[in-house]
Nanobody, 124 residues
């Protein structure tokens, strides 16, 4: 599986962005998907995850109520809609995939594949 993330950019605080992650290969609907982010000088953190069918999702407390993860299995794509962006959301965002029936959450999620990252910069 190859993952290609896109949609990052420079926005102002309060704006919105939608990230996309296109997966190549077969059986996309057997993978749990997740978005991580890594800010400069910080560790990579799990932002949001979604199970194989899209029926269940997880959000870090820092983005709950502002970000929405979704997937379109027919298009082999997972999305991250980011609203009310804050300067502290500035980071490189990575999509990831793992063959799992569970919703990615915490340290129990072990990504097998990573996208190349897309930079989101939020100015104040």
């Amino acid at each position: 599986v190859q993952l290609q993330a896109s949609g990052g950019g420079l926005v102002q605080a309060g704006d919105s962005l939608r990230l996309s992650c296109l997966a190549s290969g077969r059986s996309f609907d057997t993978y749990a998907m997740a978005w991580f982010r890594q800010a400069s000088g910080k560790e990579r953190e799990l932002v949001s995850g979604i199970n194989w069918s899209g029926s269940n999702s997880y959000y870090a407390d820092s983005v709950k109520g502002r970000f929405t993860i979704s997937r379109d299995n027919a298009k082999n794509t997972v999305y991250l809609q980011m609203n009310s962006l804050k300067p502290e959301d500035t980071a490189v965002y990575y999509c990831s995939a793992a063959k799992s029936l569970n919703v990615p959450r915490g340290s129990s999620y072990r990504p097998e594949y990573w996208g190349q990252g897309t930079l989101v910069t939020v100015s104040s």
